[in-house]
T-cell receptor
Framework: DTAVSQTPKYLVTQMGNDKSIKCEQNLGHDTMYWYKQDSKKFLKIMFSYNNKELIINETVPNRFSPKSPDKAHLNLHINSLELGDSAVYFC???????????????FGNGTRLTVT | GQNIDQPTEMTATEGAIVQINCTYQTSGFNGLFWYQQHAGEAPTFLSYNVLDGLEEKGRFSSFLSRSKGYSYLLLKELQMKDSASYLCAVRDSSGGYNKLIFGAGTRLAVHP
C-alpha cells in the first residue's frame, strides 16, 4: 500500500523520559512534516523537511529533534518529556518542493502520546 | 499574523445540505484547502481553491472569495458517514516559504 506510516500508534510514558516516533512515506514525495494536534484539535506545524534538509522549525522547544536519514523518512525524537507534550503527532508528506502551491498533504494515522 | 475562524460545531440531517464557513486573515495567501478528519483518524484532503469561485467535486463543493478572506465547504445529500471534523487550512507564504495553517475545525454531526 502506498501511504504515510508512523509508529507507534499509541505511546504512554512518564515525565522526563525520552521517546521517538518514526515516519515513513512511500509516495515518492520530496517534503515531509510533523504536526501536533492538541486537545482542542488545532493542527500546528512543527517541522518541515525538503529532501532531508530542515526548512521549517516553528519555534518548537529544542527538546524536540527531527531527523531525516533520507527523503522517505522523518523521525521525531523528544527528550525530557513534559505533561504538555501530550497530544496526537501527525507525520505528513507532500509532492513537489515547498513552492508547489496546490499539492495536498498526505497524513499518517497519528501517534497519540500521553505523558503521565 | 495569521488567523482562521470556523464554527466549532454544526448539526444537520441526513439527506440535507450544509455549508461550513471559514474566514481567514493572512499576509501571504497562497491557496485554501479543506480536509475531513474522522474521530481518531488522519485528516484527508477534500478540496483546494486558489482562485475566486466554486470548485465542485461530487457531493462536496468549495468556494473562495480572496477579497473577503472567506471560504465555504458545501456538503450535499448528507450521509451519516459525513459526520466528522472539517478543517479549513490556508497556505501562507509570508515567511519566505509555504506552510499550511489549519483552523480548529468544525465538528459536523449528521442525524437520521
Amino acid at each position: 500500500d502506498t501511504a504515510v506510516s508512523q509508529t507507534p500508534k499509541y505511546l504512554v510514558t512518564q515525565m522526563g523520559n525520552d521517546k521517538s516516533i518514526k515516519c515513513e512515506q512511500n509516495l515518492g514525495h520530496d517534503t515531509m512534516y510533523w504536526y501536533k494536534q492538541d486537545s482542542k484539535k488545532f493542527l500546528k506545524i512543527m517541522f518541515s523537511y525538503n529532501n532531508k534538509e530542515l526548512i521549517i522549525n516553528e519555534t518548537v522547544p529544542n527538546r524536540f529533534s527531527p531527523k531525516s536519514p533520507d527523503k522517505a523518512h522523518l523521525n521525531l525524537h523528544i527528550n525530557s518529556l513534559e505533561l504538555g507534550d501530550s497530544a496526537v503527532y501527525f507525520c505528513a508528506s507532500r509532492d513537489g518542493g515547498l513552492s508547489s502551491y496546490n499539492s495536498p498533504l498526505h497524513f499518517g494515522n497519528g501517534t497519540r502520546l500521553t505523558v503521565t | 499574523g495569521q488567523n482562521i475562524d470556523q464554527p466549532t460545531e454544526m448539526t444537520a440531517t441526513e439527506g440535507a445540505i450544509v455549508q461550513i464557513n471559514c474566514t481567514y486573515q493572512t499576509s501571504g495567501f497562497n491557496g485554501l484547502f479543506w480536509y475531513q478528519q474522522h474521530a481518531g483518524e488522519a485528516p484527508t484532503f477534500l478540496s483546494y481553491n486558489v482562485l475566486d469561485g466554486l470548485e465542485e467535486k461530487g457531493r462536496f463543493s468549495s468556494f473562495l472569495s480572496r477579497s473577503k478572506g472567506y471560504s465555504y465547504l458545501l456538503l450535499k445529500e448528507l450521509q451519516m458517514k459525513d459526520s466528522a471534523s472539517y478543517l479549513c487550512a490556508v497556505r501562507d507564504s509570508s515567511g519566505g516559504y509555504n506552510k499550511l495553517i489549519f483552523g480548529a475545525g468544525t465538528r459536523l454531526a449528521v442525524h437520521p
